[in-house]
């Protein structure tokens, strides 16, 4: 069964950091993109970061840049989002997702396109 579950999240004030974990499971040796995001209250939901799990190239949204990190630990099929300095507008609830690589096997891109976790969330106090 595929699960992502993330965890991290909290009450921080401005200026704070925090680290947020996604935790893979059921597509072990399958490759894919790791993506957050995240969804305010009464927003869309928006791309903050990415990376790819082969060649490691790293994905930020303009509002992150130079301020949070995205990393991953592949022998424990887990990714992290390391948030510094942050702000009261990343408030939200923040998601992982996969998308599945298009050169996977078929067995790869059912398990891992469009996979999201359940969320956590992150509140930041000015």
């Known amino acids: 069964q595929v699960q992502l579950v993330e965890s991290g999240g909290g009450s921080v004030q401005a200026g704070g950091s925090l680290r947020l974990s996604c935790v893979g499971s059921g597509f072990m040796g399958c490759n894919y993109v790791l993506s957050w995001y995240r969804q305010a209250p009464g927003k869309e939901r928006e791309f903050v970061s990415g990376i790819d799990k082969i060649s490691g190239n790293t994905y930020y949204a303009d509002s992150v840049k130079g301020r949070f990190t995205v990393s991953q630990d592949n022998a424990k099929n887990t990714a992290y989002l390391q948030m510094n300095d942050l702000k009261p507008e990343d408030t939200a609830m923040y998601f992982c997702?996969?998308?599945?690589?298009?050169?996977?096997?078929?067995?790869?891109?059912?398990?891992?396109?469009?996979?999201w976790g359940q969320g956590t969330q992150v509140t930041v106090s000015s």
């Open positions: 997702k996969t998308s599945s690589r298009p050169d996977n096997s078929r067995f790869c891109r059912d398990h891992t396109d469009n996979r």
